[in-house]
């Protein structure tokens, strides 16, 4: 039992499932999270680097890339270090996977939402769901800001919970760091902000290509747990061909109902294809959604045990 416990897999293993169950039970208050700084720091440095509409788009694309490596390079090379002093570096790896994880406050929101939907509180729904994207929510109606939810919690899920995990498990806690703060840095300098879309470019760019591998692997898990058939046909024939939409239509194809369309960000309407299945978004839907993501982070959990196990068993 000893020997196992110094195994890098089982290693591994136990703090893929500390950090799974952590997400599933606890929620790290937002005012003391740690990546709260990290979103403070990146606002505060794009308000002094990013250049003005009538730079060359060069001078955005170099500010932009510049930006993302100070405000990722040091936190990774200063956490690297000391895990690489520490006497238990286990602790210190659970410690980064557990702050890293953070999707638990995306379905508390998400369930607020419902909750402010049924009771008719469209207000309400409208804070709620702002509190989790990028889009102008004051607009949505009930429809809108059903869809929406479902779209956001559906992409964070791939980004923040398969694409984290599947980093850490792959190559280690510093390489999941930076991954994370990649997305957390495309996201706070949204491309559609007024002023950003080349600025976010390097760091939009760069945390996309990371996701690739959790889409892959996000996609799977979704498909199995809701119907594998319609979901691949649904990726196959997307009317959009960008990946993100094509994750979408996936997802509405195998749930039966619509995903995409018109999104507003910050005044200006943006008129995406729609995608999925063949009816519009109902209310339960929302409900039916919540439960094959819940469903779809189980398996991901699972195949992942039976991977590290599979790897401690060989070694």
């Known amino acids: ?30 005012a003391y999270h740690p990546l709260t700084l990290i979103r403070y720091l ?15 788009a060069s001078q955005h694309l170099i500010s932009g890339t510049l ?18 002093l520490a006497e238990y570096p286990w602790f ?18 998400y369930k607020h939402v419902i909750r402010a939907v049924a009771g008719r509180k469209k207000m309400l729904a409208r804070d709620r769901a702002a509190q989790f994207m990028a889009r102008d ?13 479902i779209e956001a919690l559906l992409l964070r ?26 997305i957390l840095i495309s996201w706070q300098w949204h491309p559609k902000r007024p002023g950003f879309s080349l600025f976010a470019k390097p760091a939009r760019v760069a945390a996309r290509l990371m996701a690739i591998p959790a ?5 799977l898990t979704i498909a199995m747990v809701t119907n594998p058939l319609r979901a691949t046909r649904g990726f196959v024939t997307s009317a959009a061909g960008d ?45 039916y959604s919540y439960r094959a993501i819940l469903r779809a982070m189980m398996l991901f959990i699972s195949v992942c045990t039976l991977l590290l196990l599979s790897i401690w068993r060989l070694g």
């Open 1 to 30: 039992m000893e020997s196992a416990l110094h195994s890098p897999a089982i290693q591994t293993l136990i703090i893929v499932l500390v950090s799974a169950i952590s997400d599933a039970l606890w929620r790290w208050p937002k």
């Open 42 to 56: 990146s606002e505060t440095m794009a308000g002094r680097v990013c250049p003005k509409n009538r730079e060359p």
């Open 67 to 84: 930006g993302a490596l100070l405000l990722i390079v040091p936190f990774a090379v200063l956490l690297a270090n000391l895990i690489s």
């Open 92 to 109: 210190f790896e659970a410690l980064i996977v557990l702050t890293l994880l953070d999707f638990g406050h995306d379905r508390t929101y």
């Open 137 to 149: 929510t004051d607009r949505l109606t009930d429809i809108g800001i059903a869809k929406a939810c």
């Open 157 to 182: 899920f791939y980004y923040l919970y398969c694409g984290v995990l599947f980093w850490f498990i792959l190559v280690g806690p510093i390489t999941a760091l930076c991954y994370r703060l990649l």
């Open 215 to 219: 889409f892959v692997f996000g996609f």
């Open 243 to 287: 990946l993100t939409s094509r994750l979408l239509a996936a997802f509405g194809a195998a749930m039966g109902f619509l995903l995409g369309g018109p999104a507003i960000y910050h005044g200006v309407t943006y008129r995406h294809q729609r995608v999925g299945g063949k009816r519009e978004v109902r209310f339960s839907d929302m409900t």
